[in-house]
């Protein structure tokens, strides 16, 4: 039988290298946490300072040294800002092509990833090995002949070059919800057909519930991508009322003498819903990513 040595206190004496050890680790998790706070204040920085342009005078703007927090908040610019800019109705627009964008990409990327994960059929890794190559085409290589089979199409000009091409699917969220569901064990599909059940019902009833943490990243995703695409709207859009937010704050950038701490308020009514979703949905997020990879 085993006995532990105490001191005189009745104190079990801990021999110096697990003293040593316990310590080396303490260091190692200090200094994860210095690096992650310094991560983190490097991120947070810029929105602290964009809240704060948001605040301030033009004058205090642009004080050297720099003031961070505002004298006198001026509210106003907020106020100002929707009063002399179409934010409500750019916003209507972006979340218009947000909106279908979602849609698109849940229905088209899941739908397909399914195809590649669960349905057995010849070439069907093949397949998806070029479907991963055309993630390396940025859009500035398709730009072109897009815009010119749009304006074919007549649609130059409309939403639908930015709505249309979404319901064919996204490479990489094909590959992330593939991932997700090859997680899936196939036992489940098998005793469903054993019971009648044909492949989309397996896929609408079984698998998409299975599949929301995945799918709930897809949708933050190509939320975030709609909601801050600028070379897509500057290229299909032509009419002002129809451009998205951040093709309408880039228009203010261009005139001679823009007004910043207005610019500055804008930013932070655009960046405050991306947070929003991102907290709210956040454990979601982090299960779809975390899962995409457990099977290759």
Known sequence: MRTTATDLKGKPIVPAKHKS?????????????????????AFVLPFLWLLSGSLKSSTELF????????SKPQWSNFSTAFGEFPFFLYLR??????????????????L?????????????????????????????????????????????????????PVFFGNPFFIFLLRQFLMGI?????????????????????MILPLSLPVITTVMIFSFTHAWGDFIGPLVFLSDNKLYTL??????????????WPLLMAIGISMTLPVLVIFFVLQKYFIQGIAFSGIKG
């Open 246 to 259: 951040s093709l309408g704050i880039q228009q203010i950038m261009s005139v001679n003498d823009p007004r």
């Open 112 to 164: 397909i990833a399914y195809g590649f994960s669960r349905v057995e059929w010849k070439g069907r890794d093949g397949v998806f090995v070029l479907v991963l190559a055309t993630m390396m085409l940025p859009f500035q290589v398709t730009m072109i002949p897009l815009f010119l089979m749009f304006q074919k199409l007549g649609w130059i000009g409309t939403f639908l070059p930015l709505i249309v």
């Open 185 to 205: 064990p196939k036992e489940l599909s098998q005793s469903a057909k054993v019971d009648g059940a044909s492949e989309f019902r397996i896929y609408w009833q």
């Open 21 to 41: 050890k316990k310590g080396m680790e303490r260091l190692e998790l200090a200094a994860v946490y210095l690096v992650l706070g310094l991560i983190t204040i």
């Open 63 to 70: 004080a050297n040294p720099p003031v961070w927090i505002p």
């Open 93 to 110: 627009n972006t979340l218009t092509i947000a909106g279908f964008g979602i849609v698109g990409a849940v229905i088209s990327n899941t």
